[in-house]
């Protein structure tokens, strides 16, 4: 019975009637990558978000989220297909009202993590400080309960520790950075 039943997952016919589907709910182009095409998750997290996506397709999110991942503006967020985990992990929260967030291919997202693009003023803390926008190269990893600070830009390959707030730039990536504020513990 198993056999039998991870032959009709992996089957074309069962992908194919999955996106012809989901594409009344969904973006079509966001039903690709590995997540859809190779390991069948995808499949399962749009499911289980179906009924949100009505609400969500208002804030610009046309892609399966998680009802414990929080983003606000879908417009402002470009990411690669094969980063769509990101958005199943709860109480991430990507604050994308006026700064945008890129994320790279490959990225992993442990919970609990905040990516900031505004602040507050700290002299005056009912102003709000020009947004930065986040940029997060490919096959990042960022660990539980780190938060990433407005403007920071993460080059491929950044491993950031539990528990960091990354207050500036590691565009040259391959390193492993942590603590608050974030520091660089080693290049890979």
Request: aromatic share 12%; with cysteine.
């Amino acid at each position: 019975m198993n056999k039998l039943l991870r032959t009709i997952v992996y089957s074309r016919s069962f992908s194919l009637i999955n996106k012809v589907l989901l594409s009344l709910f969904y973006d079509k182009n966001r039903l690709s990558g590995k997540f859809f095409d190779e390991q069948r998750y995808g499949f399962v997290w749009a499911w289980k978000c179906i009924f949100r996506s009505f609400k969500q397709r208002r804030r610009g999110i046309s892609w399966p989220i998680s009802k414990w991942c929080r983003l606000p503006n879908g417009n402002n967020i470009e990411f690669h297909n094969s980063s769509m985990n990101i958005f199943q992990q709860p109480g991430c929260y990507f604050q994308t009202y006026h700064g945008k967030i890129i994320i790279g291919k490959d990225v992993w997202i442990a919970q609990n993590v905040g990516l900031i693009t505004e602040n507050h003023d700290p002299k005056n803390p009912e102003n709000h400080l020009e947004p930065k926008n986040i940029v997060i190269g490919d096959r990042c990893w960022i660990g539980m309960n780190a938060v990433i600070l407005p403007g920071v830009i993460l080059g491929n390959n950044t491993t950031v520790g539990a528990g960091s707030i990354v207050t500036h730039s590691f565009p040259n990536g391959n390193c492993v950075i942590a603590g608050n504020p974030a520091r660089l513990i080693r290049t890979l």
